[in-house]
């Protein structure tokens, strides 16, 4: 599946102010080739890119992060876009992304030049993907999906089996999600699905990993040889 990019776009307004108008389009175009499209397109109303999302569903993940803000968080969406404090639709993009695979959140800074906009990578979010080996689990491993009471295989460090078919978490929870649990973007965080005995994998990851440390925390869970 193709990659492609959630940018947030703020309209560029004088005096500056701590409150802006943003916009959260979706794009395949990557930063460089998105950012001369938006400056030809909006000529008359600037407006430079603060940030983006990459992941293989954007599209889906736009239209979801439209709904959670205008449904959850009750901000209207005008044709001035959204009103924000930039540090709020940052920490909500950053928070976001931190419960999906495969997808990365980058802030952009922007610097102004002799009125010349000049856009750098300021802060990336990203969310190490999820693998076995992470919490301890060896192929042959049985964990339980979190509705029917579903039981599938670890087949690989990324993979599990079920009925023949071999497919990451993510997809996995895709095919074996039941039709009212389904979410409209299909951006499912796969660890927090499945069961090794009283814990999401998600929660043996938060108990046992740690990135930033070079020794496990807590106790292994005990698995198949």
Request: net charge positive; glycine share 4%.
């Amino acid at each position: 599946m193709q990659e492609g990019f959630v940018y947030i776009l703020k309209k560029v307004e004088e005096p500056k102010q701590d409150v802006g108008h943003y916009y959260i389009r979706s794009s395949k175009f990557g930063l460089e080739d998105y950012s001369q499209k938006v400056q030809d397109e909006y000529r008359n109303t600037p407006r430079e890119i603060r940030g983006y999302i990459k992941s293989p569903k954007y599209q889906e993940l736009r239209e979801t992060l439209i709904q959670l803000i205008t449904k959850v968080f009750s901000i209207e969406q005008s044709e001035e876009g959204f009103i924000f404090k930039h540090e709020q639709i940052v920490e909500l993009f950053s928070l976001f992304v931190r419960f999906m695979d495969n997808s990365e959140f980058v802030e952009i800074q922007a610097k102004e030049t002799n009125q010349v906009i000049e856009q750098k990578p300021k802060r990336t979010t990203t969310r190490e993907r999820f693998c076995f080996s992470m919490i301890d689990l060896k192929v042959g491993a049985k964990i339980k999906f979190k509705y029917n009471n579903i039981v599938v295989t670890v087949a690989s460090d990324n993979t599990v089996s079920y009925q023949g078919k071999e497919l990451k978490l993510s997809p996995m929870v895709e095919c074996l999600i039941p039709e009212q649990y389904k979410i409209k973007s299909g951006a499912y965080q796969g660890s927090k699905y499945f069961y090794y005995k009283d814990k999401t994998l998600d929660d043996w990851r938060k108990f046992l990993y740690d990135p930033k440390q070079t020794k496990r925390r807590g106790r292994k869970p005990k698995t198949a040889k």
